[in-house]
């Protein structure tokens, strides 16, 4: 079990970080050197000041109100994810540091048993989106209009969301964010170790697939459909010029 952690939790990570960063980058390089049109891109009813720009802008990367307009019940589960997602992502950030505030007012079990239950809903709604996603395409006209990569993409996500469920529901009682902590920081210290918990039982090997899946997720990432999350910024300010 440790050599895979080592290819998975460790060597994986470092490459899955170079090549996203590497890919990200390259991306923002491509971007930044197209031509601008000579001709406004802009949709018709936009806003005359900068200020209702940046607000359209806005507005249409995080809420997407035409999705909602056009097709509100993908819309409804696109939003539940990406909130769940968000969630989810700000609970991670326990393994660079605690909070300042929330523990000292739990105390440490109850910091503990927040993290579980916000957790759990967070993994839950994520699978629950995830899972409308795969059937979206799979039953149904949009049968039609997938491609390979859209379920490749979605495997990818489908496997992380799953081993990150398993691991909060399975172990999430016995191993805590300390533990996983004393690892990432090992990570970004250039000097890898497994504190002995992770070496026990068979948590090891889920969090070491979770992060198989995570590893490949985020090296595919920059080459994929998914990038527009990246570029939405700069391609609805231009829509709103």
Not at 59 to 79: G, K, N, Q, V, Y
Not at 94 to 119: K, Q, V
Not at 187 to 205: D, S
């Amino acid at each position: 079990m440790e050599t895979y952690l080592w290819i998975t939790a460790v060597w994986g990570v470092y490459l899955a970080a170079l090549v996203f960063f590497v890919g990200i980058g390259w991306r923002i390089y491509q971007w930044a050197t197209t031509p601008k049109s000579p001709v406004p891109l802009g949709l018709f009813p936009k806003p005359a000041t900068k200020g209702g720009r940046f607000g359209k802008m806005f507005a249409d990367t995080f809420l997407a109100p035409h999705s909602a307009r056009i097709e509100p019940t993908m819309w409804a589960f696109a939003m539940m994810f990406h909130v769940a997602a968000l969630a989810a992502f700000v609970g991670h950030l326990r393994i660079l540091g605690e909070y300042p505030l929330l523990p000292s007012l739990l105390g440490p079990d109850g910091m503990n048993s927040f993290a579980a239950w916000a957790g759990s809903i967070a993994g839950s709604l994520m699978l629950i989106g995830v899972v409308y996603w795969i059937s979206r395409r799979t039953f149904g006209p949009y049968k039609n209009l997938s491609v390979p990569e859209d379920y490749l993409l979605l495997a990818l996500l489908l496997g992380v969301v799953i081993m990150g469920d398993h691991m909060r529901f399975v172990y999430g009682g016995t191993i805590h964010a300390e533990t996983y902590r004393a690892w990432f920081l090992s990570l970004l210290a250039f000097r890898p170790a497994f504190p002995e918990h992770l070496l026990q039982g068979n948590v090891g090997w889920s969090l070491g697939t979770h992060m198989l899946f995570t590893d490949l997720f985020l090296m595919y990432f920059p080459f994929s459909k998914l990038v527009h999350a990246i570029g939405s910024f700069s391609t609805n300010l231009v829509r709103s010029e």
